[in-house]
């Protein structure tokens, strides 16, 4: 498996290199928006990426976003700022997780593990297409379509399209929806997340609210229709 550090400062760069390296990834680095951008581009086989918030010529957000074009593998951002704002704008570009700086190596690598374990899940349903409004789903591929034209989805964007797949007409409360989604290393998550991913999900599913595909059930939680 090949991961993505995108960072600038040597020490953290080189650190996080060796202790990956340990663990059996392919490493590959870059410390600006620009070097990692053209990885991309070149087509690079990565598979999970580390991105650093500031950088040189910009940041990792620029970064995300040009992930996202036409991947879904893991992001999980570097940031030095630990609050709420820093944590939203990193999801709202698509990342799956973040973590603050100073952080321990064996909480990353924990972190990590944890979004490829959510990743390589699959769904319960038997019927292999699922269908939400005017998209569909495929169970077996874990590939999501509006006609013929893929929606892009993050690991924990589709894990929470499956939870409400798998529970639906059901209202669930966040708590019920967050047990679904955190497992083991679900202590470093914070819960406030939880909107943001509904947010992102309703947007790619094309939810609008005279057609709402994901109802918010007041003082409950939500409820695929």
């Not at 340990?22 to 087509?43: D, F, N, P």
């Not at 976003?65 to 570009?93: G, N």
């Not at 292999?128 to 509006?146: S, W």
Request: charged share 25%.
């Amino acid at each position: 498996m090949t991961v993505l550090i995108v960072e600038d400062d040597g020490i953290i760069l080189e650190g996080l290199k060796f202790a990956l390296l340990q663990e059996g990834y392919r490493v590959l680095t870059a410390s600006t928006v620009s070097e990692a951008v053209e990885m991309i581009k070149g087509r690079q086989e990565i598979d999970f990426y580390l991105l650093d918030v500031m950088l040189p010529d910009g940041d990792g957000y620029q970064v995300c976003r040009e992930i996202r074009q036409d991947s879904k593998a893991p992001i999980l951002f570097l940031t030095a700022c630990d609050d709420e704002v820093s944590t939203v704008m990193a999801l709202e570009q698509g990342a799956d997780d973040y973590i603050a700086k100073p952080f321990r190596i064996r909480e990353l690598l924990a972190r990590m593990k944890a979004i490829l374990r959510r990743t390589s899940q699959t769904a319960e349903p038997a019927a292999h297409i699922a269908t939400v409004g005017d998209n569909q789903v495929n169970l077996q591929t874990g590939r999501v379509y509006a006609g013929q034209e893929e929606i892009v989805m993050t690991a924990m964007e589709y894990k929470l399209l499956l939870i409400f797949l798998n529970h639906r007409g059901q209202t669930l409360t966040r708590n019920q929806i967050l047990e679904n989604i955190w497992d083991e290393a679900g202590e470093f998550v914070n819960d406030n997340t939880l909107s943001v991913y509904v947010k992102r999900l309703r947007k790619k599913l094309g939810d609008t609210p005279e057609g709402q595909l994901i109802r918010t059930v007041r003082g409950m939680g939500y409820r695929m229709e």
